[in-house]
């Protein structure tokens, strides 16, 4: 057997990489933080009921659990932050008003969530509580197209949905719970033949409603026709009245429309959206409304958010210049010390080349510290 083997879907992520993906937690983070977001790092483990609470069936399939040796209780490995930052909005700050959040650290999830994807995404991500209008959804959305922009990610799409279109029409039509999880499915797989088949038994505007959603996508052009087509409760109102100010109010990034996304339907009470770049298979982004998950604390606190994986965000952003590093002899000189101290001082890396190793040990490096006249200067290798 060969113990150096890592599970499936389990990574290292290497100097190169490394190095890539701590410079884009690190610019995140202080653009979130100029923004008015306060950090928080909840712990990698909690009580099984704890990061379950309000999230739906979705998550617990996803969640590692493990007995806890001192309390015999259930815990469970994150498999998502954000419904520990709403506990500790809910419980541990207890504010009033708007309080904003942001994050980043490692999940677990026990099967990958898209193509190629890890099973150990590095997550960070930003959420607003205490705000139920269409100006916070706004705001998110906005710091997510800044914080893509941020990444030198100048190609991103953003698709728009809202959960409260099909909610709407399943309550009106007096949807059963089970079949109502059933048209979830069939609408997140755009599977018109199985829509057709199971909405066989409901009234004729209801039926017609629901195989009118997965035609429902394009630009905001098709609110139009979702208006005249779609019934008018007032839910389904407010939410393409939502969609259209979002679709007008957000800039940088083309905008689509999908009523068929449900995307975390068990999750999201309002409005979702998801990030996209040319050649990446899944979402680099994900977001949206999540009103239940702060009232399943017991403190019922609107909020909405997003989160990314920075790992996917390192695979997107273009390559930036490295100019590598600078090697130095090793050598008491009092001189070389300064001039090594002065040259890390101005951000660059300088690596002391130990004896005996003839520069092997001073990979990544371009450049080197010599003597010249009297003078340590950097010349290219």
Known sequence: MRNWLLPEYVEDILPP?????????????????????????????????????????????????LVDQVSGRTMGLRADITPQVARIDAHLLNQDGVTRLCYAGSVLNTWPRG???TREPLQIGAEVY??????????????????????????ASLD??????FRALC???????????????GLEAKDMPRLEALSAGLEKRTRAALMLLPQLYGDASLLARART??????????????????????????????????????????????AYVPGMPNAVALGGRYDEVGKAFGRARPATGFSMDLRDLA??????????????PYSEDVDLALAIKKLRAAGEVVVVDLPGHGGKGATGCERELVLVEGAWQVRRL
């Open 17 to 65: 990489e490394a190095r890539r993906v701590e410079a884009l937690r690190s610019r995140l983070l202080e653009q979130f933080r100029v923004h008015g977001y306060r950090l928080v790092i909840p712990p990698m483990l909690e009580y099984l009921e704890s990061l379950l609470t309000g999230t739906g069936h979705d998550l617990d399939l996803r969640t590692f659990k």
């Open 315 to 328: 695979r997107a952003a273009p390559p930036e210049h490295d100019p590598g590093g600078v090697r130095a």
């Open 130 to 155: 205490g705000h139920a209008g269409i100006e916070s959804d706004l705001e998110i959305q906005r710091l997510l197209v800044d914080a893509l922009a941020r990444c030198g990610i100048g190609n």
């Open 115 to 117: 193509l190629n994807a």
């Open 229 to 274: 087509e779609l019934p008018a409760y007032p839910e389904v109102v407010q939410a393409l009245d939502d969609l259209a100010r979002l679709s007008q109010d957000i800039i940088g990034v083309p905008i689509s429309i999908d009523l068929a996304d449900l995307r975390g339907y068990h999750y999201h009470s309002g409005v979702v959206f998801a």
């Open 160 to 165: 728009i949905g809202h959960v409260g279109v």
């Open 171 to 185: 309550r009106h039509g007096a949807v059963g719970a089970e079949l109502e999880a059933e048209l979830h499915e």
